[in-house]
Each structure stands twice: as structure tokens, then as C-alpha cells.
């Protein structure tokens, strides 16, 4: 059997890489979280930042290998304090890849819970500017079947690329 790489995410999923380097623009920049429609709480605290290199088999019993880091974050209030600065952020992700090895290029994973309800998985979005602060959106990590994704993908490529069917009537074919 041929091993899948499962590297490839989901386009709208930022790699680790690519949202350090956006905080290094705006370092002394708020970085708010905003998940389930609301925003992190000012207090919130980056718990746990993991590195695993997964193993796996789909239900097509098709074997994949991928990266992923997971920064897990507890949403509480901490009394007077504001949102984390975005440099803070990087500085805690930089401590961390001195005894962890992080690639850059991994999935990215985020675990929030506020302590009472159980860790939820959330992708995240590129960052965007707003209020003076930088926002990262989190959206619910939903399951999949990874087979029946690689048959849509395929299938949308393949109707993008063929032109001259019988049905189509685009300026290509004439």
C-alpha cells in the first residue's frame, strides 16, 4: 500500500509557521481568540503546546503519516490582565521549541476549553486586524471521511480541467 501524506490541511488552516510569522508584524498587537462566536477571555492561557507525528488508517484502509502541533488554551478571566500580547505568544511557542521540536509546516490544532467543559478542536484561520488587535478565528475541527474527500477532490479538479465535454459550452472548445 502506498502511505498517504496528510500533510496537506485544509486550505483555510494556518500552519504554525505561517501564524508566527504574521505575529512578528504586530507583536505588540492583543491576540484575541474568537471561538463559538464569542471571544477568549483577557486571561487566558496557552496550557500545553504539542508536537505529534501521527500513524494512521482511514476507513479506505489507505495508511497516512502527518504532523500536527496542538496549542491548547484555557479560556478564564485573570482579573485585571488583557489579552496576551502577540509577541508573548511567539515568545511562549519559541520557549517551547527549545525542548520540543515544532514544524513549521504542521497542522495546527487548537484545544480550548474554560476549565469547567470538556477540550474542544478548533482549526484556525489566517489572522486579521480588527480593534486594534490581531484576531484568530477558531472553527470547530469537524470529522471526515478522507477518502470520500480525495473523490470530491478529484472530481472537482477533474470537471475544472476538461473543457470539452459534451455538456460544456465554454470558448475553450471552439
Known amino acids: 500500500m502506498t502511505l498517504i501524506d496528510n500533510s496537506q490541511h485544509a486550505q483555510s488552516d494556518i500552519t504554525l509557521g505561517s501564524l508566527l510569522e504574521r505575529l512578528k508584524e504586530t507583536a505588540a498587537k492583543p491576540l484575541v481568540f474568537e471561538y463559538d462566536g464569542k471571544i ?36 478564564v478571566d485573570g482579573g485585571e490582565r488583557t489579552h496576551m500580547p502577540a509577541g508573548k505568544f511567539s515568545a511562549i511557542i519559541r520557549k517551547v521549541s527549545e525542548h520540543v521540536a515544532l514544524d513549521g509546516s504542521a497542522k495546527l490544532t487548537f484545544e480550548v476549553s474554560d476549565g469547567v467543559r470538556p477540550m474542544q478542536l478548533y482549526c484556525a484561520d489566517e489572522p486579521v486586524e480588527r480593534d486594534e488587535a490581531l484576531l484568530v478565528r477558531l472553527s470547530p475541527r469537524p470529522a471526515s471521511c478522507k477518502p470520500r474527500d480525495r473523490w470530491l477532490a478529484e472530481q472537482a479538479t477533474a470537471s475544472q480541467s476538461s473543457c470539452c465535454g459534451p455538456s460544456n459550452t465554454s470558448r475553450c472548445c471552439a
Open 40 to 75: 477568549v477571555r483577557p486571561g487566558y492561557h496557552v496550557t500545553e503546546v504539542k508536537a505529534g507525528q501521527f500513524s494512521a488508517l482511514d476507513c479506505g484502509a489507505n495508511p497516512e503519516a502527518w504532523t500536527e502541533i496542538f496549542v491548547q488554551l484555557w479560556d
